[in-house]
């Protein structure tokens, strides 16, 4: 029989997840890694304390040396050098289904299961990665990265459901999540990646000024790290008409704005994908998305040795650089995911 590790944050879905393995039978164990350096015991007695009730193993594992240098650390960097990165597609290939697995299995566990919502088949061809049910709360996009390998050892018991469909689970049982709070967006941010930033002191660039393709300053930035790539609002410039970020120019720390129609891109290059299906099987017509939260739209990629090449049928909104370019299917199959490197102007 499969021996299950849960991975547990404290949050809903975990804890969900935990209930339906427990509920089907399924030989299960409690495990919750320490990311950050704050402690925090109150939570990790109070999912000490729910694994015990429900007469389940628990372990908390130490991961907070290897989230900095694996996962804060790169975040910092990329904000250094004027990319807007994306830590949760990080996190989840590095850490969560990386370390977090391993130690999972050193503790007698063959395979993890976590409260993502996304969906897994395990083919004949070997594990597929397809979008959750809850197309609100769909979380593939982050999981694009992680190596297709990995999935072999995964569950995500949550593929099924909707999140409100897992709030009334919960409440018809009687049940609340041990953290007491839902998730943030990024587990380390608990507001703004600026303040962030700036508590640590990371060293960014300073003022500098903004200015049209012709080179007229129409104002003053305070950062470029401040700003990415296609960002309309929070420029402070009254002008003729909208205006949006179309490049920053780090030699000379200027942040380029321009009209709607310079903030168009007709494609991207990435990094080397992780690939989750090879090219040669992907379907005749795919979708990319760029960014979390954004309807996939059909594109052309071609696959090479050092990247991504996607491009778009039309004019579309600049990807930004250091986000994921996720490649799904029609139905919904992830295909390939790699971090955007540099968008390509619209002619
Ligand atoms: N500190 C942690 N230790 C172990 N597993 C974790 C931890 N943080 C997150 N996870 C796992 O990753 C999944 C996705 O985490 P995410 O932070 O995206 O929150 P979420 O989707 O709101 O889930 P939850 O409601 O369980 O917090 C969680 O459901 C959980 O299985």
Known sequence: M???A???SGGADSLMSLLLLRETGAEVMGVHARFLGADDEALHERLRGLCATLSVPFHLVDLRREFEELVIAPFVRAYQSGLTPNPCATCNPAIKFGLLLDRARELGADRLATGHYARLLHTTQGPAL????DADKDQSYFLSRVPRERFAHVLFPLSGWTKNAVR???????MEPPAGR???EVCFISADYRDFLRERNVRLGGPGPIALADGTVLGRHAGLWNHTLGQRKGLGIAYSEPLYVTGK???RNRL??????EAMSSGCRTDIPNLLLPPELWPHEVLVQTIYRQRPEPAHVTVDQSGMTIAFPGPRAI????QVAAVYSPEGQVLAGGVIQEAIHAA
């Open 2 to 4: 499969h021996k299950t």
């Open 6 to 8: 849960i991975a547990l």
């Open 130 to 133: 397809y979008r959750g049910l």
């Open 168 to 174: 009334l689970a919960l409440a018809e049982r009687g």
């Open 182 to 184: 839902e998730s943030q």
């Open 249 to 251: 120019d780090f030699a």
């Open 256 to 261: 380029l704005v321009g009209p709607k129609a």
């Open 319 to 322: 990807p930004t650089p250091g």
